[in-house]
């Protein structure tokens, strides 16, 4: 007994220098560290045990998970070197085993050991801690499935080993909605798969927006939802020229694509198969438009993710 009342008050204490450590490395990185903004898709954002939060997917992390898997990337540390665009906001450059020595990177963590499979990666910071009831007005904001949703901007700054801290967070300028034109709701449809995908992007930048699109939609292209890698085969779209349209500030670009077209089959194991005819294997898809002016800085546009037989998250 009289041990363990020697040693209680050296485990406190050591208890509390781990904690100042770690708070002190927190607030040296949000005093010094690099600011870049990350581009979310954020989940349920309460927990009533824990505070208002906001749980948030990074669209950074999926499409680091289809650079893993093409490459086949075995680490548990995976990091993700990044480079800001004008806005600030951090686009994926690689991803890397080893920690770069130069430029913007995030560590990641990564504890899938098959990388034939989608590896499982996160960042560290998929909780977002916000004052009391401000968690459900920034869902508000987001939006629902099938209505207008605006991605939420997380600013983070990068310690020198990458360790990211949220330091804050906004709103993108550009908004989308995703919806199945032929479905009335957002539950699966057992005797009926959509045919019509109805896409639309709101300008709500005081800048003019560009998009680069065609008759037959030749924009955008199918990609896996949880990689973002290509699925569509859009055989009718390799030379296909694209057409500038101009959005001036809360104007809208909408597309309705016909997924029984070619151009939207997927690459199934033998031969070619329409959204309709992909089995239940699959985790879903997203619609991804990417800016196609030639500027460095182009961002990506994806919708929210939709399944074959009619569900839209």
């Known amino acids: 007994m009289k041990k363990a009342h020697i040693w209680l ?16 490395k927190r607030e040296r990185i949000m005093a010094n560290g690099d600011v870049v903004y990350l581009k979310t898709m954020p989940v349920d954002p309460r927990d009533i045990f824990r505070g ?6 990074y669209e950074l992390v999926h499409q680091a998970k289809g650079v893993i898997q ?30 770069p020595q130069e430029g913007l990177f995030i560590r990641g963590f990564s504890n899938t050991v098959n990388y034939s499979e989608i ?9 977002y801690f916000v004052e009391q009831g401000a968690g459900k007005e920034l869902e508000a904001l987001r939006g629902q499935a099938q209505s207008w949703q605006t991605p939420l901007e997380v600013q983070v700054a990068l ?22 034109a032929d ?38 292209t199918l990609v896996h939802a949880e990689t973002l890698r290509p699925v569509s085969l859009n055989r009718d779209c390799s030379e296909a020229a694209l057409e500038r349209t101009e959005l001036s500030a809360g104007a809208t670009y909408q597309v309705t ?30 619609l991804l438009y990417r800016d196609q002016s030639g500027a460095d800085d ?7 993710r939709f399944f074959r037989r009619g569900g839209i998250d």
């Open 183 to 220: 479905l009335e709701d957002t539950l699966p449809q057992r005797d009926r798969s959509p045919q019509h995908l109805e896409f639309s992007i709101e300008n709500n930048n005081l800048a003019t927006l560009s998009v680069f699109d065609n008759k037959i939609h030749c924009g955008f």
């Open 9 to 24: 008050p050296v485990v406190l204490v050591a208890q509390l220098l781990i904690l100042g450590a770690i708070v002190g």
């Open 257 to 286: 694509i016909d997924l029984s077209q070619p151009q939207w089959q997927v690459k199934g194991q033998s031969d070619p198969l329409s959204l309709a005819g992909v089995d239940g294997a699959w985790q879903g898809f997203r």
């Open 70 to 99: 093409n490459n086949n990337i075995s680490t548990d540390n995976p990091y993700l070197r990044l480079q800001p665009n004008k806005r600030g906001v951090a686009q994926l450059v690689s991803v890397d085993s080893n920690k």
């Open 119 to 127: 590896p499982q990666l996160r960042l560290g910071i998929e909780k």
């Open 52 to 57: 208002d939060y906001v749980v948030l997917d």
């Open 298 to 304: 182009g961002e990506q546009i994806i919708s929210a």
């Open 159 to 180: 310690g020198e080993d990458g360790t990211p801290v949220i330091t804050g967070h906004r709103f993108s300028p550009i908004r989308t909605r995703t919806r199945f």
